[in-house]
Every structure is written in C-alpha cells, then in structure tokens.
C-alpha cells in the first residue's frame, strides 16, 4: 500500500505478557517514528529512527520497551513484562529524507492490558 | 524539554461561529507544524510555518506564528461539522538537538450542525 501501515490494529493481552507491534513505512522513507497516546491527549514521543538506527530514544518510559529497525524500513515496538498503564494507542510515522518535513501516520495500533 | 501547550483543551460550538486555538511554547520554535487527527487515524499535516509572523491560509483556516516565534494561532471561519477533530501542534527542528516532533496537547474541537 501507499500509506503507513501499522499491525495489529486492536491487541489485548494481560498483565506480564509481552507484546511486539509492527510499522511498515511508506517505501524510501529514512526517518520512522513512535509515539504513545492516550485517550484525548497529543501523541507523545518515544523513539525515532534515522536509517536502522535509533537517533533518539529519550522517550522510552522505562527498559520494558524497545524497538528494532533492523534493516531500515519495517519497525518493530516491543514491550515486556506489560502493566496495565501501557494500555494506550500506539502510532508510527514515517518521513522522507531531510532534516524536516511532514509526518505520516499509521492508524495505530491499541493496545488493551487487562 | 520543550513544552506544547494547547488552549482550550475542548470548544463545543455551532455550526457558522468561528474560533481561535493556540499553542504556546516554553521555547523558540524552530518551525511548527499543525495537525488534525480523526477518531480511529493518525494526525494529518495541514500547515507548516517556519518564519516569525508568518501567515498562512488553508481554505477557511488561518495559521498564525508568532513574530517570537514561541506561539502560534490557528483560527477557523464559519465552521463546518466536518472540521470535527483533534487539533494538534507539533515541533519538529532542532530545538532540542535532534528531530523528535514533539507533540503539544492537542484541542478537542466539536462542530454541532
């Protein structure tokens, strides 16, 4: 497809399982993003990547979550040991190359943890 | 850490009124984004400003950066049902050294028919 496609769009698991969510980009995209947003609120910043790398990870809550990008196009969100308060929707952007320019989401994946 | 604070948080109106939201900064913008985001999808780019007084319109929306460039305004004329939505600010340069996006936190707006 031609947009930004996030997988799965409604997951629920329970507390302590470990969860993967995945972002597939817009083709040639360099620069992917994640973010967590709660209900009602502005999405909130977790990792970007530039290429395969993690050029800023300072949005990670905690060592629970990480994320892997490792041949600089599909990303993967993996969060261990899940608490209820990582219940939250989950969103990937991806953008072209260059230091700015427009984001593109994906729909999102929510995430339930009961 | 830069700060995005958005205002109001909610506005419920009729349809035809128009408004006025805001995003200030605790920080210089290097250049500032607006978003709308519908329930169930991910935000979508209306606007980019990038210089201090920049003026820039979309239709029947007006985008606003302050001459400072630590706020910026967005005002919408005779509004629709169909500009329903989460507004979002975000920004996205080098303020804080790297090209994170951040996000502010967002104004719920309603349009009754």
């Known amino acids: 497809g031609a947009g930004v496609s996030q997988t799965p769009s409604n997951k629920v698991t329970e507390k302590g399982k470990y969860v993967e969510l995945r972002c597939d980009p817009i083709?040639?995209?360099?620069?992917l993003y994640w973010y967590r947003q709660s209900l009602g609120q502005g999405p909130e910043f977790l990792i970007y990547?530039?290429?395969?790398?993690?050029?800023?990870d300072s949005g990670l809550p905690n060592d629970r979550f990480f994320a892997v990008r490792p041949e600089g196009s599909v990303s993967t969100l993996k969060i261990q040991r899940t608490e209820r308060g990582d219940s939250a929707v989950y969103l990937c952007a991806s953008r072209a190359s260059g230091n700015t320019g427009e984001l593109f989401f994906g729909e999102g994946s929510r995430l339930t943890v009961l | 850490t830069q700060l995005l604070e958005q205002s109001p948080q909610f506005l419920s109106i009729q349809e035809g009124e128009n408004l006025t939201v805001y995003c200030n900064s605790s920080s210089v913008f290097s250049s500032l984004q607006w978003y709308r985001q519908e329930p169930g999808e991910g935000p979508v780019l209306l606007v980019t400003v990038v210089t201090g007084g920049e003026v820039k319109k979309l239709k029947r929306l007006t985008f606003q950066f302050g001459d400072a460039r630590k706020d910026s305004s967005l005002h919408i004329t005779a509004a629709q049902p169909g500009d329903t939505g989460l507004y979002l600010c975000a920004e996205g340069g080098t303020t804080s050294g790297t090209y994170k996006y951040i996000f502010g936190t967002g104004t719920r707006l309603k349009v009754l028919a």
């Open positions: 083709s040639g995209h360099t620069a």
């Open positions: 990547f530039q290429g395969t790398g993690a050029a800023d």
